[in-house]
């Protein structure tokens, strides 16, 4: 019988563990969502430097002691860079992976749970795969890169569990955000029941889940409610005054919101689409219903105080910029590293 996903995984880890030392140096090139959010202080090769960017990064390829991390292509912009000119720079960077020395890993940020087609390459080229939106059956998330996987025929081959194997979840975290943006204060008082703020616009269930809120207003309970979006000095305020946080899925089931509420010491309320999600993650209230909503409020208040301490201490350890380098390689395999004095090179590109 065939392995599953997460039992290929953890062999991997393990022997990953065993074998890796620590790299050299780490380059990173990706688009916004890897290469600007992650470490925005740091000093990047400008657009300008074309010549030296590529001189860079083919210099990390071949360095077995280098690691790089690379954003995931996902689906093309619909602009004249996407459609025309990206193909190409694809093209020459696939050739260019082919035949690098480096320790690869690929960081996949895109809502959807499914690996897009034009990732297959570099899925079967990197050491790991770290994915966003990750089904829980690591199955589900390349079930569109060769067939359906459902089906016995990938799932019995070697090669396809290998590539399987590569896959580790990754969450959208808080790398936009310092952590003392939203440190709970223990003087504030938690003086709002439940924050309901979101746009509503096109997202049935925020809508759904928006009315509930509103009843529970209607009966009494303090609760602040927005279809607008609030400004974010004032949004961290309202978070940290408050006991509950409405935080349904969007384009996808994670969201910074998430990781927001829980750093600031409220309990996150999903809806049941974070059911699929790892019981390490944060402690959050999953509701489907007005009348599951409701019975949350039913509770002594001082049931979710030690669980909202242990969400800060999780997010603190695994979700804010300032440790989210050392996730990503204490996951894949290598030891932990302090970050914040690592030497790393920076570029928009090649």
């Known amino acids: 019988m065939a392995q599953t996903s997460e039992k290929i995984s953890n062999n991997l880890i393990h022997e990953a563990k065993k074998a890796r030392s620590a790299p050299d140096r780490v380059l990173i090139v990706g688009r916004q969502w890897l290469k600007k959010e992650l470490v925005p202080e740091a000093p990047f090769l400008k657009k300008s430097k074309i010549l030296s960017s590529f001189r860079v990064f083919v210099s990390c390829l071949a ?27 694809l093209f020459f960077l696939n050739w260019l992976l082919v035949l690098s ?34 089904a829980s059956d690591f199955w589900g998330s390349v079930e569109n890169l060769w067939g359906p996987m459902s089906t016995g025929h990938y799932r ?23 952590e003392k943006d939203f440190s709970a204060n223990p003087d504030l008082e938690k003086d709002i029941d439940l924050f309901a703020a979101m746009t509503v616009k096109m997202n049935p269930i925020r809508k759904e889940m928006l009315d509930w809120a509103k009843e529970l207003k209607a009966e009494g309970l303090r609760v602040f409610i927005s279809e607008e979006r609030v400004e974010f000095e004032e949004y961290k305020k309202l978070l940290l005054r408050s006991r509950y ?86 996951t894949a395999g290598c030891e932990e590293y302090d970050f914040s004095k690592f030497p790393m090179d920076f570029t928009n590109g090649v």
């Not at 077995?64 to 720079?89: C, D, M, Q, W």
């Not at 349904?248 to 919101?257: I, L, M, N, V």
Request: net charge positive; charged share 30%.
């Open 101 to 134: 020395r480096c320790e690869l890993i690929v960081i996949d940020g895109e809502d959807s749970r499914l690996i897009h087609h034009r990732d297959r390459r570099i899925l079967a080229l990197c050491d790991v795969y770290f994915k966003r939106e990750l």
């Open 63 to 89: 360095s077995k002691e280098s690691s790089l991390i690379l954003e995931a292509h996902g689906p093309p912009r619909n602009t004249f860079y996407g459609r025309v000119l990206e193909p190409v720079y």
């Open 156 to 178: 019995r081959q070697k090669k396809y569990r290998d590539l399987v194997g590569k896959l580790r979840p990754i969450s959208l975290g808080l790398l936009s955000v310092s």
């Open 245 to 330: 946080v409405l935080s349904p899925s969007g384009y996808g089931w994670d969201c910074y919101r998430h990781y927001e509420a829980a750093l600031s010491g409220a309990m996150p309320i999903c809806d049941a689409s974070w059911l699929e999600r790892k019981p390490d993650e944060i402690h959050r209230e999953i509701v489907s219903s007005s009348h599951e909503l409701s019975r949350i409020f039913k509770r002594d208040s001082d049931d979710i105080e030690p669980l909202t301490k242990t969400n800060i201490e999780k997010v603190r350890r695994s979700h804010v910029k300032e440790r989210f380098l050392s996730v990503v390689f204490a």
